[in-house]
């Protein structure tokens, strides 16, 4: 039995098979071979289970994630039928007389080599999915499952980390635990454990290799402990705990429909965190009181262009439809950071995180904001839908974002369009806006505290690295400090305040922030319920 270990962000045991995604490929040694026409006839094989697999994978993700983002799929099997790439994996086995899997890896070395070197943008961007179907080509020649199809079975995913985009095209109901090498509390594995209720691990010193592939382990999400071929004393407890853990969930879940109230009775509103439409079965399973923040910018990533107005709307349809009449507050895409979308964001930014991103990018792309903006006011009429800017520092910028939107409204108007009655509302996760809360508060509708940019920001410690991870402390007094002025702030002009960053979530940081005067918690939505629990025994305004 070997162990490895890891930093817990969200607790839960899992035992199953590991599926390893995105492991570094070993390098391919060429071998001669006698027989070419035997290697021509493996390729031919494992091209056309490649094509298959795609297709597969096509109609899964055109029911998880929409067409437009599935179409990734369709354009990797339009480059396997390319007969320019076929006709040279043929030509080097012929005339090197080499193995197959060597004959295809030069090829996708030559072809994205190629792609790199041309004019259009689009086409330069055809050199990652070159090696990636290549990639595929030599999984299928090897005998090995290529990582899309490794989520058929239920499996504990090890990575090096989850990017935005590999997060999407992950069958959700597949996952049993995450574990990866790299990531941090607020990556978007931990954000996305949260929300689908599976135990992760981050920043471990698991080897991510494809040596661990199909191997069983069993994963202590509590104690940050991951066991390779666990033996039946080590699983003994691990089930016993995994039982409990059920127990302790259909406990919870008498709290469904109940409201939540502060022992001396202040009502505070708990609603949840979200990512794409489809998680809103999460939130509903969880019975939160609304959405408190849909990262809307998760549309955009992975993909080549941004979605049209169309599938924005369809989106936030849904989301408002299903929640009925409860409050859904979409967040304008804050791309930029570790959110990219290559078709916006920028790659030579020194400091990303304190470059073009949320707001500022909004305003740089007008035209790309306003369909965005087009497609909420739409939605508006199916349901209860406010609007919120991410990473204000500014008046100007608040002014700016509340004009076009004006704009929208009025060109809506002019063509007839129905539209409801949206509050917008800032976020407030750079120190800047916290220290200016007091004219934002006058601007706007209502106010979410994003603490994780927030603590960032003002102690100058990225959220996403591990290593200074001893210094992100989200109870640190400059923090607080911040937090008390804009609830002041915003009480004092009539507006709510609440928080979406992870802190909202912390069971121990809830009791500090509803005595800071928080009036709604925007969480994960596994948190939901156990925050409902505690709030109940809290007094926000102890006697004596
Ligand atoms: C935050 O910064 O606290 C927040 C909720 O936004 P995100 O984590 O998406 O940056
Ligand atoms: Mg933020």
Redesign the pocket.
Same mark, same amino acid.
């Not at 994003?450 to 940019?453: A, F, H, I, L, P």
């Given at each position: 039995m070997e162990i490895y270990n890891g930093k817990s962000v969200y607790g839960g045991i899992a035992i199953g098979k590991i599926a390893v995604i995105g492991a570094k490929e070993e390098v391919i040694v060429p071998v001669s071979v006698a027989n070419t026409a035997y290697e021509k006839e493996r390729f031919k094989k494992a091209l056309l289970k490649s094509k298959e697999q795609l297709t597969e994978l096509y109609s899964t993700a055109v029911e998880t994630v929409g067409k437009e983002s599935a179409e990734i799929f369709e354009i990797h099997k339009m480059m396997l039928e390319d007969t320019d790439y076929i006709e040279n994996v043929e030509k080097i086995i012929d005339e090197e007389k080499i193995m197959a899997e060597y004959a295809v890896s030069k090829t996708g070395q030559e072809f994205s080599e190629r792609f790199l070197k041309m004019d259009s943008e689009y086409m330069r961007e055809r050199s990652a999915d070159v090696t990636d179907i290549s990639q595929r080509v030599i999984s299928n020649l090897k005998g090995k499952i290529p990582d899309g199809q490794k989520l058929c079975e239920k499996v504990i995913i090890v990575a090096e980390d989850l990017t935005p985009s590999e997060t999407i095209s992950l069958d959700r109901k597949n996952i049993l635990a995450f574990v990866t090498a790299g990531g941090s509390t @607020?990556s978007h594995t931990a954000i996305l454990a949260g929300i689908m209720n599976i135990p992760a691990i981050v920043a471990s010193n698991i080897p991510v290799d494809n040596s661990l592939d199909g191997s069983i382990a069993a994963v202590d999400a509590y104690s940050g402990k991951i066991y390779i071929n666990p033996d039946n004393a080590l699983l003994t407890p691990l089930r016993k705990r995994l039982d409990e853990d059920k127990k302790r969930y259909l406990e919870l879940s008498k709290l469904r429909g109940m409201e939540t109230k502060t022992k001396d009775g202040k009502k505070i509103s708990l609603l949840a965190n979200i990512s794409s439409s489809k998680d809103v079965s999460y939130a509903l399973e969880n019975d939160a009181e609304g959405i408190g @923040?849909f990262?809307s910018e998760f549309l955009y990533v992975g993909r080549t262009k941004p979605p049209s107005e169309e599938e924005q709307f369809e989106a936030y349809k849904e989301v408002a439809q299903k929640m009925q009449s409860k409050t859904v507050i979409i967040r304008t895409f #804050?791309l930029g950071a570790d959110k990219r979308a290559d078709y916006l964001t920028f790659e030579d930014e020194e400091n990303p995180a304190l470059g073009v991103r949320g707001i500022r990018l909004s305003l740089e792309n007008e035209e790309i904001f306003k369909t965005q903006l087009r497609a909420i006011y739409r939605a508006s009429v199916y349901g209860n839908i406010s609007i919120m800017y991410p990473m204000i520092i500014s008046e100007e910028e608040v002014k700016r974002a509340k004009l076009i939107s004006e704009q929208v409204r009025n060109e809506l108007k002019e063509k007839n369009i129905l539209f409801g009655n949206v509050e917008e509302g800032v976020m407030i996760?750079t120190p800047a806006a916290a220290l200016i809360s007091d004219k934002l508060a006058r601007m706007v509708d209502f106010f979410s505290i &994003?603490?994780? #940019?927030l603590t960032q920001y003002t102690l100058a410690v990225d959220r996403q690295n591990s290593r200074i991870g001893n210094l992100y402390d989200v109870m640190h007094l400059s923090v607080l400090n911040l937090i008390k002025m804009t609830c002041e702030n915003a009480h004092k002009n009539s507006i709510w305040v609440g928080v979406? &960053?992870e802190m909202g979530g912390d069971i121990d940081a809830c009791k500090t922030l509803l005595s800071l005067g928080i009036d709604e918690l925007s969480v994960s939505p596994t948190k939901i319920l156990p925050l409902r629990e505690i709030i109940s025994k809290i007094e926000v305004f102890p006697k004596g």
């Open positions: @607020l @923040l990262r #804050d996760e &994003g603490t994780n #940019d979406c &960053g």
